[in-house]
């Protein structure tokens, strides 16, 4: 493995506080202090003169359809979309076809991401078959290596079966993600309630149906003390019950998708099905509230559910396509340009909510560039334009609301243990 010279970059490391203009060297697939002459002779350079070096971006919430449904994508087409995204760690849901509620599923996805761009990390099921009816065996799916339990996709309705999941999972120190969905509030539903879904004719998603989740949640979390991370906040109510916990101390964390800090409702007014999805696209109020959150450390990473779909599966009437869309690939420059450069945060915390935060949270081993670390790097060029086209792009689906948009912001090279995995557009 030959060792790598990231020269005059601006280096932004959240993990260890750094952000200035330097070198980054890599050698034996780890971050080093520095390199020997006969290493820096042999090295492969990077000039990222005017570039941003960063980790690897983290991502712990990706839907990769292996096993079952590889029609819409494969641990290697997604893993390759990650690596285009400039995303080294992603944590894959259990929601496959069979779900991967026991431990030969889990053996068969960690067997394909051996072959994958990126480093790839299974969750388990929370209850057996994603049924809400019969715990998982946690034990044997902590032993086959999942990092996380959840049944995303669907939530598990029964409050005394979800206290007894966070009661077992905290037993092996497995955190519970959860979809915050009351399903007696949504039957039927395809986008939001309010004054556009009466305008447009479709049946309403009250906010109030993730709302009661999320404080069922923080009561089980108080009350049993185990961690339970909350997938994809939508809602502003939402976002002010996570702020109260945690200023009561409660083991809650949160996320934001992209398309819910840059979107709203009034996208659906086309009917497009690539604006659909769980939770649906809410009100600008509850849009700014979820950037609030991301500012004031409410909520803690940014998660993109990327969630791929065929094209004849979303090219039918709204309210028959499913939910979801892909997000690896625009991640990034939607980040860029909604947190950066309209609401003014500072690159290194944005770079903080896709990398270290992430990580933390499942407690992996990623999210810096600190000296012994494992070489996962991203280098981009954040004034860079370009249309993204998903035909052009390296998942497997297109159902992408950002197709033929201008972006600014352009992953460059893409680094994992110290091998360039992508660069100038291309998977190595």
């Not at 969905?181 to 539903?189: F, M, R, V």
């Not at 009100?283 to 791929?308: M, N, Q, S, V, Y």
Request: proline share 5%.
């Amino acid at each position: 493995m030959s060792p790598i010279w990231i020269k005059n970059g601006r280096v932004i490391d959240p993990a260890s506080q750094r952000d200035k203009v330097g070198d980054v060297f890599i050698a034996d697939g780890f971050i080093a202090k520095t390199l020997t002459p006969a290493q820096k002779k042999s090295a492969q350079v990077i000039d990222a003169r005017g570039l941003v070096v960063c980790p690897g971006l983290v991502d712990i919430h990706v839907h990769f359809r292996e096993p079952g449904q590889t029609h819409k994508e494969t641990i290697l087409t997604g893993s390759q979309a990650a690596a285009g995204g400039g995303f080294t760690t992603v944590v894959c849901m259990p929601n496959t076809s069979p779900p991967a509620d026991n431990a030969g599923t889990v053996e068969l996805i960690n067997n394909a991401a051996r072959h994958a761009a990126v480093h790839v990390y299974p969750t388990g099921c929370i209850t057996v078959g994603m049924k809400g009816a019969q715990l998982a065996p946690y034990g044997s799916l902590k032993k086959a290596g999942v990092v996380a339990i959840t049944d995303d996709g669907l939530c598990v309705s029964s409050n005394e079966l979800m206290r007894r999941a966070v009661e077992y999972a905290k037993m092996f120190d497995l955190t519970v993600l959860d979809h915050c969905q009351d399903e007696s509030l949504t039957a039927k539903a395809v986008m939001n309630e309010g004054v556009v879904s009466t305008r447009l004719g479709l049946q309403g998603w009250p906010h109030a149906a993730e709302d009661i989740i999320v404080a069922r949640n923080i009561i089980l979390s108080s009350y049993t003390g185990a961690h339970i991370h909350l997938q994809h906040i939508s809602s502003a109510m939402s976002v002010e019950l996570v702020r109260r916990a945690k200023k009561d101390k409660i083991k809650i964390t949160a996320e934001a998708t992209p398309h819910h800090i840059a979107l709203t409702e009034e996208a659906l007014g086309t009917y497009d099905t690539n604006f659909k999805m769980n939770p649906p696209l809410r009100t600008e109020a509850d849009r700014k509230a979820i950037i609030a959150g991301l500012r004031d450390g409410t909520l803690d990473c940014i998660g993109t559910d990327h969630a791929p779909h065929a094209p004849e599966e979303k090219d039918k009437e709204f309210d028959y396509a499913p939910n979801g869309i892909i997000g690896l690939e625009t991640a990034l420059p939607v980040c860029l340009d909604v947190l950066v450069r309209k609401n003014k945060f500072k690159l290194p915390a944005v770079i903080d909510l896709m990398t270290r935060r992430g990580a933390d949270i499942l407690k992996l081993p990623a999210g810096t560039l600190a000296v012994g670390a494992a070489a996962d790097v991203c280098v981009f060029d954040p004034d860079e334009t370009w249309i993204y086209d998903t035909y052009q792009a390296f998942s497997k689906s297109i159902n992408s609301p950002w197709n033929k948009q201008k972006m600014t912001g352009r992953v460059k090279t893409t680094i994992v243990s110290g091998k360039v995995v992508y660069q100038n557009g291309k998977i190595i």
